[in-house]
């Protein structure tokens, strides 16, 4: 290089930063130390009665007004410390920090210039192979984000390809499994949404089994309704085939008495019902609702 870099070690020199004097206070606390444990110490062996609760009260009170008392002198020592610290922070941020910040930034966004447009290269690269390469499989519905790549300045443009390369030809063996499947259309469906194959299968399979089932529980219970409206139409026609030889009813002359109106004349038919046992089950209930009166053999 034709301009010199001034070596760090340069900087380091004891004769930039020099620390004057530190302010004497160590041999102060300790004189106190010695006053105040007293103090305290006397004030705590004290009991707490009724008796003596107002001394004890005026005790805790002198304590508090000679921690008070050092609080405020800890307070001035600390602002008579840092004054001349922040004097030489403040000269420190002008003479070095302000010139510093603004270089390193500069060079931190000119780095990151170069970079990014190193990383958008092969960004570029990536997807124009991953279009290439994906329409040679006929796949059209994947986008390269869904490869996962991280593609960095240490990556290589063989070691991004490889992933990709991996990754389509993996779905497209799973696109070949897929077609070999009962429901392909809606197992591709699924697939399409999570690339995983077995997750796909498994729910399309799963969702064709619920629907058999619900199919043979409606066709199950219709069987049911049918063979209830059979027992019932064969009883409705033994019933009518009955009426037809009943002799005719007698008409009463409007001009006759009143009396208690008879009951109707009972009438008795015979048939041979087959069927399953629910079916004959509900051939009795239905009996039974109806109020007949009827005899099993």
Partial sequence: M???????????????????????????????????????AKAMEMECTEDTLKEIRAIRAHISKIFKALEDKRKAAKKAILAPYEDFEQVYKECVTDIYKPCDEELAAKIAEVENGLKAA????????????????????????????????????????????????RVNEELQLIETQPHSAEILVEYRISLNVAQAITRVSERHKAIEEEQHRREAAQAVVEQRASVVEAVDKAVDETAEFAPPKAEIAPEAPAEEPAGEKIYSTEFTVRGTIAQLRALKEYLNNGGYDYECK
């Fill in 122 to 169: 092969k960004r570029a690269d990536a997807q124009e192979y991953f279009d290439e390469y994906a329409k040679s499989l006929n796949i059209d519905f994947v986008s390269m984000e869904r490869v996962g790549l991280n593609i960095t300045l240490n990556a290589s443009k063989k070691s991004i390809r490889t992933q990709i390369k991996d990754f389509l030809d």
């Fill in 2 to 40: 034709e301009n010199e870099i001034v070596e760090a070690a340069a900087f380091e020199e004891n004769s930039l930063i020099v620390v004057e004097q530190l302010p004497v206070i160590k041999q102060q606390l300790r004189s106190i130390k010695e006053r105040f444990s007293e103090e305290t």
